[in-house]
């Protein structure tokens, strides 16, 4: 017989959905405008649930029991102009299962906070520093966001290169301590997509790799080539 982990899976008849046990950053570049978030984790497809971004707004990753309403709800809110806190308070105060929820955000104006419902599975936490937050659960421990942060603090070349170096720097600490599936990276700019026509500069996804940050990486390395940034 199959166990239901979650009220709202029980309620609905469906099985509940695996948990997004995973490592993420949100960060801004406010010398190029560029917003973007890089997420790693033992989860198939990861980049179909973690990363949101709007041009000229701000990025959301929600992940844990991930709430996928958290990245359109808080792009909204923060258009709106309420800070990242702000958004975090809002979206967790309506929602019954906050206690399961993770979420990092930040503001294109740099503001950042993270979120960490004491629900979420050890070892879970975030650190929310200037331009950028990074969080995870199921995770080797602590070490892995503290190396994240430094990381990226560190961390030289485009906001693409600094957000993987950002994951690498997870990995090598301990990453997820289930193991590695899939990567994904998504920056927004305004008029930098494809031809001009839309903001998504770089959406990049490894669904089911052994290596997917290196995977990513080398993804990245091409689409850098292809697509430089405007001139």
């Known amino acids: 017989m199959l166990l239901c982990l979650f009220a709202a899976g029980c309620a609905t008849g469906r099985p509940a959905p695996p948990t997004v046990a995973t490592f993420s950053i949100v960060a801004v570049d406010k010398t190029t405008g560029e917003i973007g978030v890089a997420v790693q984790s033992k989860f198939i497809a990861v980049g179909s649930v973690v ?22 709800r808080g792009l909204k809110l923060l ?15 309506a929602d019954e299962n906050r206690t399961e929820r993770q979420v990092g955000i930040v503001s294109a104006d740099g503001k950042s906070a993270t979120y960490i419902g004491h629900g979420c ?7 929310a520093g200037d331009g950028y937050a990074v969080q995870g659960n199921i995770l080797a421990g602590e070490a892995v966001t503290k190396a994240m942060a430094e990381a990226y603090e560190k ?33 927004v700019h305004e008029g930098w997509g494809y031809s001009g026509f ?15 940050i290196k ?7 091409i689409h850098k080539k292809v697509f430089p940034p405007p001139q």
């Open 121 to 127: 599975f050890d070892w879970a936490g975030g650190i």
């Open 155 to 187: 961390a030289e070349g485009d906001l693409g290169d600094r957000l993987i170096t950002a994951l690498e720097a997870g990995q090598t600490a301990g990453g997820d301590k289930r193991g590695r599936q899939s990567a994904a990276l998504l920056i």
């Open 198 to 212: 839309n903001d998504r500069y770089r959406d990049l996804r490894v669904d089911d790799h052994p290596e997917p």
């Open 79 to 93: 258009e709106d102009g309420l800070t990242p806190q702000q958004v975090i308070d809002k979206l967790t105060a």
């Open 51 to 72: 990363p949101w971004a709007k041009a000229g707004v701000g990025a959301v990753a929600t992940q844990a029991w991930a709430n996928t309403s958290y990245g359109p």
């Open 215 to 221: 995977e990513l990486r080398r993804i990245y390395a």
